[in-house]
């Protein structure tokens, strides 16, 4: 039973994931992972990512694969979230189904399906939903070699060589997974600090080649910290960004981010009052490695951005929410009662998460990303002469729009990033050169600077204005 349950939970989130996939544009951040991976190599895409980027290099070279073998469509770019995302369901389950029960797991794999955040980044080509898919690899194999009390495992070494092979794929998939690897790191060593020396040494061999495996692009990601950081986008957190965090995980809506803060902590205190009556042999690891899974990664990544540069970001914690859904899941199988009642709790929970992703947010019927595609559209239809017109765009990596121009069948291609002072050189060289009679000028991501409005102004006069989702199109013509 529970097995046909799950296929029909996967199905289902299948569905939400699959629909509608390559309907809405690419976005910013989209967009530069198409240009960090289109038309270079394998090699090229490493060095490259090194020099410029701020993530480590996994994604961009799957994407490298995906668009020389599959295309790079709006829908084949996003297919390896979608099918990350997807995986994520059964995986979920076999976790919560390994600390708990089948019916624990069931619950949070339902919520991880219908919820807005786990669908959204499954259907976005970036790293995220891939990190999560990851992320979900590396407890199943860590729970049983290191936590649980029921050896399971036949091989250690073959566990441990796994577990290796996941925690790097997540470390190279995202920097943030530093911090699931670390947190799964202080666990397993707490643990055993006083087991048996077989098992001390096998958690520090593993994270010793853990470390020494990663060490090479680690040094990387501290120059890319340092040098390449960009903060300008990232404001420091609040106070109450843990409850911000629930909302996110809850379709970003205040009465299902309350339930989760309830069973956030109802499960704290019940992690608290098993230290107190219980022996250590007796204490629910399982209730403190959900607890330490959400609440880890978040405090930490606070805590950095509070001390040094913001960098905390709530997309990049997708890796941490699948853990409040086992926490609601958890609670809801403590309450008493029959069985049938805690089902139908999870299922109504569940059912006025979908209600809301579909009514009140509109999620399939209206657009929520930025409308690069509809605003080169707009170029492509009304330019009188694409020999007679320059583009002048926002924001960084103008090159990022060709991606629309190339797929529209036009000769347009963005001439020169423009709305800052600093911008003006680029774009009076580029004018100077093509000497076009006609400009476009798109602007998305960040307001333009007053200087930069005024140079426009001085030789060009503005003829037409059209605004889509987060970017507007301007046309001028030389005075």
């Not at 084949?76 to 990350?84: G, V």
């Not at 607890?291 to 040094?308: D, E, M, R, T």
């Not at 409308?371 to 080169?376: D, L, M, P, S, T």
Request: proline share 5%.
């Amino acid at each position: 039973m529970a097995m046909g349950a799950i296929l029909a939970i996967t199905l289902l989130g299948a569905l939400l994931r699959l629909y509608h996939l390559g309907w809405e544009s690419l976005w910013l951040d989209e967009l530069l992972s198409w240009s960090m991976s289109h038309g270079v190599s394998l090699a090229h895409s490493l060095v490259h990512g090194a020099a410029t980027e701020t993530n480590p290099p996994g994604y961009q070279l799957l994407l490298v694969l995906v668009e020389r073998y599959l295309g790079d469509t709006e829908t084949m770019l996003r297919l390896p979230s979608a099918l990350a995302g997807i995986a994520c369901i059964p995986a979920l389950y076999a976790l919560g189904r390994r600390m708990y029960s089948s019916w624990v797991g069931l619950a949070a794999a339902l919520l991880l399906a219908v919820s807005w955040a786990p669908i959204y980044f499954s259907q976005e080509a970036r790293t995220y939903a891939l990190a999560l898919l990851a992320t979900l690899f590396t407890l199943l194999l860590w729970y049983p070699l290191f936590v649980s009390r029921v050896r399971t495992v036949k091989s250690p070494r073959r566990w441990m060589a796994s577990y290796v092979a996941a925690a790097l794929v997540l470390l190279y998939l995202h920097y943030y997974g530093i911090l699931i690897v670390l947190g799964q790191a202080l666990f397993a060593l707490y643990l055993h600090r006083r087991g048996g020396g077989e098992d001390r040494q096998r958690v520090r061999n593993t994270y010793l080649v853990v470390f020494l495996a990663y060490l090479p692009w680690l040094l990387v990601g501290v120059y890319q910290y340092v040098r390449l950081h960009n903060v300008d986008w990232i404001t420091e957190p609040q106070p109450r960004f843990l409850f911000d965090y629930l909302r996110f995980a809850f379709n970003d809506y205040d009465p299902f981010a309350w339930i989760a803060l309830g069973a956030l902590v109802a499960l704290a205190i019940l992690v608290v009052l098993q230290r107190r009556r219980a022996a250590q042999a007796d204490f629910v690891r399982e209730d403190a490695i959900i607890l330490g899974w959400l609440l880890f990664p978040l405090v930490a990544a606070y805590l950095v951005s509070i001390i040094g540069r913001p960098l905390l970001v709530t997309r990049y914690l997708l890796i941490a929410v699948p853990a409040i859904y086992l926490i609601v899941a958890r609670v809801l199988a403590l309450l008493p009662g029959p069985r049938w009642v805690r089902t139908a709790a999870v299922m109504v929970l569940a059912a006025a998460i979908l209600l809301d992703l579909t009514g009140r947010m509109a999620y399939y019927t209206a657009p929520h990303k930025t409308q690069f595609r509809e605003a080169v559209a707009y170029v492509v239809q009304n330019d009188v002469s694409n020999t007679a017109s320059a583009v002048i765009t926002i924001p960084r990596g103008a090159s990022m729009y060709d991606y629309y121009f190339e797929h529209q069948g036009s000769r347009l291609r963005s001439n020169a990033k423009g709305g800052r002072k600093s911008d003006i050189p680029g774009v009076e060289k580029a004018l100077a050169q093509s000497q076009p009679e006609r400009l476009w000028f798109i602007r998305a991501d960040r307001p333009v600077d007053p200087a930069f409005l005024d140079y426009l102004q001085r030789d060009w006069q503005l003829v037409s204005i059209k605004s889509f989702l987060n970017v507007d199109v301007s046309l001028y013509e030389r005075r």
